[in-house]
């Protein structure tokens, strides 16, 4: 572990069952019970003695729902282990789920609904920073608190969102400076999905390319949400043979462009490609014979050899099915009502103001992927893995780097 986390608390452990699995998770807090429901929620949220209403916003439809379904259910997941486990403030935790339906302007509308109508004292939701931005005045506005679960491009921090996922330093620079040292990589192709998250990106990537790598972009191009035609790219590609696609397509798409690409011939024995977007969840509908050998940048994979994980992956396949895949989002999506219920316990208030000035400096020794902490930014310490992707759909982790200090704002990328 970091050297510079040694001071950091310790807890012990609450063993936590659904069926044959247990999970343990320790957080640092003080874990008050019995709060009375005036003492815990001052805000009017929709608290009582015996429960606290949550909201869930993802896209439970629409060309997002191939990578959002992984989401819910972790979120889900975690939510009923919780209850079981005896809930927060000795509350059970009732669920409202909205669904984004894969449109930003419907996000905006559901989250008003949850944080306005429902009153809930929390919000799990969003995936592509699309989605975030759309809702983030909403909860600015009036005072939510959202748990966002996905890798992202950083440039934001807020008072009223916890970011569970990777910002940029620790997905985008991190695997450009791995591919630079390992493969010797000069060239790139940039490709992404056409929204905020894959241009934004792109736009870091080619920073760190041109000024810290030294290398040069051969070619830069978007393509729509739900695109499901890249012969031309493709044969862009083909054409200009750079040392390394570094590629950002989401959803529904990726199936699309990664079958296509083998289709044409380009696999791993004649490029070497490197995504930021693709992660068990997506290989489902890609089939993993489509990518093998091509790599991902991401902070988990569900074949990480530790006793949490395989906690996690049983529970999770027990719930919903033997044949459930994990991927990076879906388990930063399982951290999020963890990290509440610590936070909210740490408080020993649902008062949004309270929980978030009580979670700078929370942490999960024994998360799935191993030790997170909450930075007084709101993002995560984490560490940064490279997976190579196998023909059965699973990853094999080829690189880890330590924990990485989560910078949102880095110096000359803005």
């Known amino acids: 572990m970091d050297s510079r986390l040694t001071g950091a608390k310790r807890f012990l452990p ?6 044959a699995a247990a999970l343990s998770l320790i957080a640092a807090g003080v874990f008050s019970q019995g709060v009375m429901a005036d003492d815990a929620n001052t805000t009017g949220l929709a608290v009582t ?3 606290v209403t949550v909201g869930q916003l993802h896209s439970a439809t629409g060309t997002m729902a191939i990578s959002e379904t992984g989401s819910i259910q972790a979120e889900r997941l975690a939510i009923d282990q919780i209850n079981a486990s005896g809930g927060i403030l000795g509350r059970q935790i009732k669920v409202v789920q909205e669904d984004g339906a894969s449109d930003w302007p419907t996000f905006a509308e559901k989250a008003k609904k949850l944080l306005v109508g429902d009153k809930v004292a929390a919000v799990f939701g969003c995936w592509t920073s699309a989605s975030r931005k759309a809702v983030l005045p909403v909860f600015e506005k009036e005072n939510g608190l959202l748990y966002y679960p ?16 990777q910002e940029a330093t620790q997905q985008i620079l991190a695997s450009l400076d791995w591919i630079a040292k390992t493969k010797g990589a000069k060239t790139f192709y940039l490709i992404g999905s056409d929204y905020i998250w894959p241009r ?50 989401v959803g529904g798409s990726n199936v699309a462009f990664y079958k296509q690409l083998k289709a044409a011939g380009v696999d791993s024995t004649k490029q070497t490609l490197l995504t930021l977007s693709v992660t068990e969840d997506e290989l489902v509908g890609i089939g993993g014979e489509n990518m093998a050998g091509f790599y991902a940048s991401m902070k988990y994979f569900q074949s990480l050899d530790n006793p949490a994980n395989k906690a996690f992956v049983a529970a999770f396949k027990a719930k919903y099915g ?16 963890w990290l509440w ?14 929980v978030v000035a009580a979670s ?4 999960l020794t024994n998360a799935p992927e191993g030790y997170v902490k ?8 984490s560490k940064s893995r490279i997976g190579e992707v196998q023909p059965d759909g699973q990853f094999k982790v080829i690189y880890e780097s330590g924990l990485i200090e989560p910078n949102p704002f880095p110096k000359g990328y803005q």
Not at 150 to 165: A, C, D, M, P, R
Not at 202 to 208: C, L, T
Not at 360 to 363: A, K, V
């Open 14 to 19: 609450r063993r936590l069952a659904l069926g």
């Open 49 to 51: 003695p015996t429960e």
């Open 200 to 249: 934004t990106s792109m736009k870091i990537a080619r920073k760190h390319i041109e000024n810290v790598l030294h290398g040069t972009v051969v070619g830069e191009d978007y393509y729509p949400l739900g695109n499901t035609q890249f012969g031309s790219l493709i044969n862009k590609v083909k054409l200009k043979k750079p040392d390394v696609v570094f590629a950002a397509v």
């Open 374 to 381: 909450v930075h007084e930014n709101h993002h995560l310490w």
């Open 360 to 363: 700078p400096g929370i942490e």
């Open 150 to 165: 996905t890798f992202y491009e950083g440039l934001e921090q807020s008072k009223n969102v916890i970011y569970t996922g």
């Open 341 to 354: 219920k610590a936070a909210v316990e740490k408080a020993g208030s649902f008062d949004v103001d309270k």
């Open 322 to 337: 033997k044949d459930s895949v994990m991927g990076d989002v879906t388990q930063a999506a399982y951290l999020g009502p």
